[in-house]
């Protein structure tokens, strides 16, 4: 492969805070309601949709955590935050102030940042890329119709092959020794006011030795939103192929460009993400626990986003969690024959369930109002973003990993206030056990 490496720049410190871009959301703006034609009636029919214990006088919805459908939790004092050595089901809020680690404090070193370029015509694994034609932003996903008598497979018309060109951006704590191995963290949706926050928040912890001298690498998405884009396809499809094309394709550059040895131990690893980024964490572990095993998600797209619709995995990521709420009829793979999950669990059946447990550690959050069927024509039952992290906290508990689920009150989808708030300490959390010192 090709360096393309349009510009590399190195930056003394850290700037100040900035909300993050506005391809950190998974979807389309949420209309919050009920969709049309929707099954809420009949739970053994197929496609339900459960509307118990929401309240519908917000956009979207407020869940309620007492919900008897969820794993029960233990509600934390407004302020207090999980504690490090517990893990399980949390509430925290109503009210979100930002830990003093996410802003520069005096006499911290801050970290060096090296900024590079990569395109879509120097790569293998993402070459072409995907657009989805549209006058305005996910105005194709918005008017999207679904197939005949399945609400679950949007039809995407307007994608067709393309390019894109992202910024990586790599931090390089001052703690780091040249030439020795370094543990890392891969961010997805990386860029702007999310990079300046966690790379201080990093060289606030580093300094503390709260974690080890950790290298960040923070990758732009591929553009655009949602099913039909190329930031859809890379982090919503079900598979490891956002993580070999990090390993194969980014992580070489990397090491290149910022002069650092990246560890190949994959408890020195970690991988987090944002929305559909956060899926794309969880998949990169899952399919690949040789390559990472420690997570951290911030309202994570369990739910069924993956685009192309794939009958190997017709649910996309909420099959991570559940089965498969659509009419029980034969599914086939594309190439006709009867179709298995990466050899994990049978078809339909629910890939954390099935599978015997994996090397990983996982640190997750949903908000209260966070997305609700946010495309109207997908009345699919599995489009509802708390409950499908409540089932990512019942199935993990069942299989004994150790995790912690944070149900933030107060909270929309992302919500900058929370991770403000909880990011130091789920960084903490997720590198416990790892050596901290030189």
């Not at 407004?78 to 404090?105: C, M, R, W, Y």
């Not at 996910?138 to 992202?166: E, F, K, M, Q, Y």
């Not at 963290?185 to 860029?191: A, E, K, P, T």
């Not at 974690?211 to 655009?224: D, H, K, L, R, Y």
Request: hydrophobic share 40%; aromatic share 10%.
């Amino acid at each position: 492969m090709k360096c393309a490496v349009a510009s590399v720049a190195l930056v003394l410190g850290i700037g100040a805070l900035a909300p993050g871009a506005r391809g950190h959301a998974a979807t389309p703006g949420a209309n919050g309601g009920v969709p049309p034609d929707a099954n809420t009636s009949d739970p053994a029919a197929p496609f339900y949709v459960d509307l118990s214990f929401l309240d519908f006088a917000t956009v979207p919805p407020t869940r309620d955590p007492s919900n008897p459908h969820y794993p029960r939790a233990t509600e934390l004092a407004d302020g207090v935050l999980p504690p490090l050595a517990k893990s399980g089901n949390f509430i925290i809020g109503p009210t979100h102030t930002p830990a003093a680690e996410t802003a520069t404090q005096p006499g911290v070193p801050a970290g060096r940042v090296v900024v590079f370029t990569m395109r879509s015509a120097d790569g293998d694994l993402y070459r072409p890329g995907l657009v989805r034609d549209e006058a305005q932003w996910n105005a194709a996903i918005r008017s999207a119709g679904v197939a005949p008598g399945d609400p679950s497979n949007l039809l995407i018309t307007s994608s067709h092959p393309g390019t894109w060109t992202r910024t990586v951006s790599v931090y390089v704590p001052r703690q780091h020794r040249a030439g020795s191995l370094a543990p890392f963290i891969v961010l997805g949706d990386g860029g702007g006011g999310l990079d300046r926050t966690v790379f201080t928040t990093l060289d606030n912890l580093i300094a503390a030795h709260r974690i080890p001298a950790i290298v960040a690498v923070s990758i732009g998405n591929g553009g655009q939103d949602a099913q039909g884009s190329q930031r859809g396809f890379e982090y919503d499809t079900v598979s490891g192929t956002y993580a070999e094309w990090v390993e194969r394709e980014v992580l070489p550059l990397v090491e290149r460009n910022a002069g650092v040895r990246l560890t190949h131990d994959p408890d020195g690893r970690a991988t987090m993400g944002l929305s559909s980024s956060a899926a794309a964490a969880f998949s990169m572990a899952w399919f690949h626990p040789e390559l990472y095993h420690r997570v951290l998600g911030y309202s994570p797209t369990m739910v069924n986003q993956q685009w192309p619709h794939n009958p190997a995995v017709r649910g996309g990521a909420w099959e991570y969690h559940s089965a498969w709420p659509g009419p029980a009829t034969p599914a086939v793979a594309a190439n006709g024959t009867a179709a298995r999950v990466a050899g994990d669990a049978e078809l339909g059946m629910p890939l954390i369930p099935q599978t015997p447990r994996k090397p990983i550690r996982y640190w997750f959050e949903v908000g209260d109002r966070d997305l609700f069927y946010p495309i109207a024509s997908m009345a699919d039952g599995m489009h509802d973003w708390v409950l499908a992290n409540e089932n990512m906290a019942r199935v993990l508990a069942g299989r004994d990993y150790p995790y912690q689920f944070v149900f933030a009150r107060n909270a929309s989808h992302v919500d900058w206030p929370t991770l403000l708030q909880t990011l130091p300490a789920a960084l903490e959390w997720v590198w416990q056990g790892y050596p901290t010192g030189p």
